[in-house]
């Protein structure tokens, strides 16, 4: 998309809805090529994560990046364990070890094993904006999961550079992540969270050589 295009979109798109219908629209017009990019990319960051020991990552749904044979290269490098959201109810939802899968509250597929806290999040976004918050589906999950954790996690989104948003489009509800990981490069957040204080904490100083702002 060039910069006309993407003007044309910003004044074309009034609220979040607008947003996600474009951004669904412009995700499915994906190539290959665009998609093996990214998954090299989240690749070499995962080489940088090899003393994590719980990883929380997510089954794809709605033409999100699949990155599951990744995530299933690290586990087996590392030893270390995949954790998958899991919707509780409520509005709520945790991470758990997939000991086996079933629908979950939301009728998703999801793991029934040990609910656990992960020490890096790897969350797919269908739009992010440079402040980094992130655009999702609407019904609020992340953002009320990382909010309390504060220090405890890491949260990296996964997205694409045509899904870049406005920063205005978002409120006093919504969480920023610690940046956003594209097929380019990393984008750290402009707006920061609480600093990892855990055995992950030098992750985003691990990230600025790819960074691209």
Not at 29 to 57: F, K, M, Y
Not at 110 to 132: D, N
Request: proline share 6%; glycine share 10%; hydrophobic share 40%.
């Amino acid at each position: 998309m060039g910069n006309s295009d993407g003007n044309f979109c910003n004044r074309a798109c009034r609220n979040k809805q607008e947003w996600r219908s474009l951004l669904r629209a412009r995700r499915l017009l994906l190539t290959d090529l665009e998609r093996r990019c990214l998954e090299e990319t989240v690749a070499q960051v995962l080489r940088l994560l090899d003393s994590v020991r719980i990883l929380g990552v997510y089954w794809p749904m709605q033409a999100e990046p699949d990155l599951r044979a990744v995530f299933s290269a690290w586990e087996a490098r590392t030893g270390g364990q995949l954790a998958y959201p899991r919707c509780t109810g409520f509005g709520r939802m945790e991470y758990a070890l997939p000991a086996d899968w079933a629908p979950d509250a939301e009728g998703i597929h999801s793991p029934t094993g040990k609910a656990v806290i992960p020490s890096v999040l790897f969350v797919p976004c269908l739009g992010w904006s440079k402040r980094g918050f992130r655009l999702g589906y609407g019904k609020g999950y992340f953002d009320r999961y990382i909010a309390p954790l504060g220090s405890r996690v890491s949260v990296i989104g996964l997205g694409w550079e045509s899904g870049m948003v406005p920063d205005g489009l978002f409120g006093a509800n919504d969480c920023p992540l610690d940046g956003i990981l594209t097929a380019r490069g990393w984008h750290a957040a402009a707006e920061k969270r609480i600093p990892a204080q855990d055995a992950c904490a030098g992750i985003l100083d691990r990230l600025r050589p790819l960074s691209v702002d």
